[in-house]
C-alpha cells in the first residue's frame, strides 16, 4: 500500500493554510491514503482542523514539549521514525517546510524535490528553476520520496473531510544543541495572511518611505487586501521582511495583484506569475511591470490611490 | 577558530535565462557568470565574524568544473585565506553537495559553515540543511543576524511569520539570506593579492564521497507565458475593469 504523509504546518493554535494546498497536492499522486502529521506540544485544536481537510485519511497528532515551536533539529528526527510506513513526505514549500524537509531527506539518504508544481506520476514532478523562468521535469529515484510543495500552484483542499484523528507516541532522543529564543511578528495586523489573500496590495521603492506606506495600507484595508512589498522597499526599512514577495520571499497567487511603485524585476515577477489579475501603477511607461500586468497605468501612485480611495 | 564557506558559480542575476528548445537546458554558453548572490553575503559575514576577533582563518569552496576558480578568487580578494576547489564537471546535486561539505568539514574542522540559503539557478534551498543533518549540527537557515559569543551562535532568521531567534552550539551550518549584510567591493589590489592565494583542488573521490541515488532532470522547458495586458488612461477605466471582473 502506497500513502503518503503531510506534515502539517502550524502555530500552535491553528493550521496554517498551507496544510490544505499541500494536501491538494498529495491527492494528485492518487495514492491509496493521505495521513496529515501535527507535531505539537499541545496540539488537538490544531489535529481537528487538520481532520476536516477533504482526501484526509488520518491525522497523526505527535505530542512532546519539543515541538512547542517548530524547530527543524527536533522535528526532523520525529518526522524521520513515521517516514519507514510511507512512499511519500511533503510540506508545504514555505519557510517551515524548506527549513524542516532537506534535513528529513538527508537523513533518510534520499535527494529532495523542491517545489513541486505539478504531479506528472509518483516519481515525476515539475519544479520550477531560475526564478520561474524555467520550468524542470524531474524523476526522483525509486523508493521514498520527499518533496516541498509550492502552495502558489494549487488551490487548498476543500473543508468537508473527517477523518479520525490518532495520537502517537515516536521515541527518538532529540538533540540539545539548538533554543528557540523567540519569535517577532512583522506586524501585518488583522490584515489577511500574504500567502492566503484573495487580493494583495504591494508597494516597492517607489512608495518612498515607511510613513507613505500608510497610503498602501489604507487602500489595503479598503479592498480587504492583504499588504506586500519589493525587496527594495523591504531592505529600505519601509515595511517588515515578511510582506516580501518574490524569488526570495513569498510566492503569491492572489485573485487580485495590484503594484504601486513597482519596477518587475524578474526576482520580483518570480513571486506573482500566479496572480490572477496584475494591476501596475508605476510613473515610468518603460517599466517592465507592464510586461505581465493585465492592467497598466503610467502615473503618479499617490494621485492614483487617492482617486482609487474615492472611487471604492 | 575556522570559517567554511561554500560559493557556487551560477548564471549571474541580472541575466534573462534562455530555455533551449530542445528541452535540454538552459543557454549557458556566452552568458556572464557570477558568484551566487547569497554566497558573497556568506563570504562577507565569514570576513567580519574573522575581523571582529572570533575566527583565525576563512576557507572557501567550491565544487564545480575548472572556470569556477573565478569565483573562488573573488571571494579570496574580498580576503578568504585560502580556497578549496572539488573539481568535478557534473552536475552536483544538494544531497551529494552537502556529503562533499561534510568530507571538508571533517578534514579542515570548522567551527562555522556558512552557505547561501539557494543557489539562485536550481532554487533548491536545501544544502545547509542536508549538512547539518549528515554533520548531527545545528542548523540555522535564512539568517538576516548573526551573532557569536564563544560557543554559541544567536541568529535571527526570517520566516514567513517575522523574525525568529534561535540559539545554537557550535559547530553550526548557517545559511544566510539577502539583508544579513551588504558585500564589500573588491579592490583591484586586492585581486593581485588573491593570485598568491593558495588554492587547493581536489577531487570527490579523494574526500571518498560516494554518489548517492539523485534526481534525473527529463526536460526543461519555458514557462507559460503570461498574456501582456492592455494600459488604461485613467483610474475611472480602471475601476470599471475591475469591477467587470468582479475584482473590487
Ligand atoms: C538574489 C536576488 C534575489 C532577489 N529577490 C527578490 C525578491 O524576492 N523580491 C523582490 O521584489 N526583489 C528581489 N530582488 C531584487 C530585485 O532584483 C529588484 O532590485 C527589486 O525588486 C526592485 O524593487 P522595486 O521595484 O521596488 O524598486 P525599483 O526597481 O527601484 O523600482 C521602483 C519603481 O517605482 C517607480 N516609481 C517611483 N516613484 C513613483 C511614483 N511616485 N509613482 C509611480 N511609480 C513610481 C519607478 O518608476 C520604478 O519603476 C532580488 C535580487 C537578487 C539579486
Ligand atoms: C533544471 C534542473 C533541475 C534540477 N532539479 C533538481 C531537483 O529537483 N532536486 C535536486 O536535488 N537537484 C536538482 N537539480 C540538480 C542541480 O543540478 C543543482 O546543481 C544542485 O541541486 C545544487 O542545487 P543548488 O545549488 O540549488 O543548492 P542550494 O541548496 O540552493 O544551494 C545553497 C548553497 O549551497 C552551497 N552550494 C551548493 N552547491 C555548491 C557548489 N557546487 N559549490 C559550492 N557551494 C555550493 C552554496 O553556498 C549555495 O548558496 C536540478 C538541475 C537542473 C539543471
Given at each position: 500500500m502506497s500513502k503518503v504523509l503531510v506534515i502539517a504546518e502550524h502555530d500552535g493554535t491553528n493550521l496554517n493554510g498551507s496544510t490544505a494546498r499541500a494536501v491538494s497536492c498529495a491527492s494528485d499522486l492518487g495514492l491509496d491514503a493521505i495521513d496529515v502529521v501535527v507535531l505539537a506540544a499541545d496540539g488537538s485544536a490544531v489535529a481537528e482542523q487538520a481532520a476536516k481537510i477533504s482526501g484526509v485519511t488520518n491525522v497523526l497528532l505527535v505530542q512532546n514539549p519539543a515541538n512547542e515551536n517548530a524547530v527543524a533539529a527536533f522535528l526532523a528526527p520525529q518526522i524521520e521514525a513515521l517516514a519507514a510506513d510511507y512512499s511519500h513526505v511533503l510540506a508545504p514549500s514555505t519557510t517551515f517546510g524548506k527549513d524542516l524537509m532537506p534535513r528529513v531527506a538527508a537523513h533518510l539518504g534520499r535527494p529532495q524535490i523542491s517545489d513541486i508544481m505539478r504531479v506528472e506520476s509518483s516519481h515525476v514532478f515539475d519544479r520550477p528553476v531560475y526564478a520561474g523562468n524555467a520550468i524542470a521535469t524531474v524523476e526522483a529515484p525509486e523508493g521514498l520520496v520527499i518533496g516541498t510543495v509550492r502552495t502558489a500552484s494549487y488551490k487548498a483542499a476543500a473543508n468537508e473531510g473527517s477523518a479520525s484523528v490518532e495520537t502517537r507516541s515516536v521515541e527518538v532522543t532529540l538533540p540539545t544543541h539548538t533554543r528557540f529564543v523567540e519569535l517577532a511578528s512583522?506586524?501585518?495586523?488583522?490584515?489577511?495572511?500574504l500567502q492566503a489573500a484573495s487580493k494583495v496590495v504591494s508597494g516597492g521603492r517607489g512608495v518612498g518611505s515607511e510613513e507613505n506606506f500608510k497610503h498602501i495600507y489604507s487602500l489595503a484595508d479598503k479592498l480587504g487586501a492583504g499588504v506586500g512589498a519589493s525587496r527594495a522597499a523591504v531592505d529600505a526599512g519601509f515595511i517588515p521582511n515578511d510582506h516580501q514577495v518574490g524569488q526570495t520571499g513569498k510566492i503569491i497567487a492572489p485573485d487580485l495583484y495590484m503594484a504601486f511603485g513597482?519596477?518587475?524585476a524578474i526576482q520580483h515577477l518570480a513571486g506573482i506569475k500566479d496572480a490572477g489579475t496584475i494591476v501596475a501603477i508605476n510613473k515610468?511607461?518603460?517599466?517592465?511591470?507592464f510586461e505581465v500586468a493585465d492592467y497598466g497605468l503610467v502615473a503618479d501612485l499617490f494621485e492614483v490611490i487617492e482617486e482609487l480611495e474615492k472611487a471604492l | 577558530m575556522k570559517i567554511l564557506v561554500g560559493v557556487k558559480r551560477v548564471i549571474d542575476f541580472n541575466v534573462r535565462v534562455q530555455v533551449k528548445s530542445d528541452g535540454s537546458g538552459v543557454v549557458k554558453d556566452g552568458v556572464k557568470m557570477s558568484m551566487n548572490p547569497f554566497d558573497e553575503i556568506a563570504v562577507e559575514e565569514a570576513l567580519r565574524i574573522k575581523e571582529a576577533g572570533n575566527a583565525e582563518e576563512v576557507i572557501v569552496a567550491t565544487i564545480g568544473p575548472k572556470a569556477c576558480q573565478e569565483q573562488l578568487r573573488t571571494a579570496l580578494a574580498m580576503g578568504a585565506d585560502r580556497a578549496i576547489h572539488v573539481q568535478t564537471d557534473e552536475e552536483v546535486q544538494p544531497l551529494t553537495g552537502a556529503r562533499i561539505f561534510k568530507a571538508l568539514a571533517d578534514k579542515e574542522q570548522p567551527k562555522i559553515i556558512l552557505l547561501g540559503k539557494q543557489a539562485i539557478d536550481d532554487d533548491n534551498n536545501q544544502t545547509a540543511q542536508m549538512l547539518g543533518a549528515l554533520s548531527h549540527w545545528p542548523q540555522a537557515t535564512f539568517a538576516s543576524e548573526v551573532k557569536i559569543e564563544g560557543e554559541t551562535a544567536t541568529v535571527i532568521r526570517e520566516v514567513d511569520a517575522g523574525l525568529e531567534t534561535l540559539s545554537v552550539d557550535l559547530p553550526a551550518v548557517i545559511s544566510v539570506d539577502l539583508r544579513l549584510n551588504e558585500p564589500r567591493y573588491v579592490k583591484l589590489p586586492d585581486i593581485m593579492k588573491a593570485k598568491r592565494k593558495p588554492l587547493e583542488t581536489m577531487s570527490i573521490e579523494d574526500l571518498g564521497v560516494e554518489h548517492v541515488a539523485e534526481v534525473k532532470v527529463l526536460k526543461t522547458v519555458a514557462p507559460a507565458k503570461r498574456q501582456a495586458g492592455i494600459k488604461v488612461d485613467s483610474v475611472a477605466e480602471l475601476v470599471t475593469a475591475l469591477k467587470e471582473k468582479g475584482l473590487i
Open positions: 512583522g506586524g501585518g495586523g488583522d490584515r489577511p495572511d513597482i519596477s518587475g515610468d511607461a518603460d517599466a517592465p511591470i | -
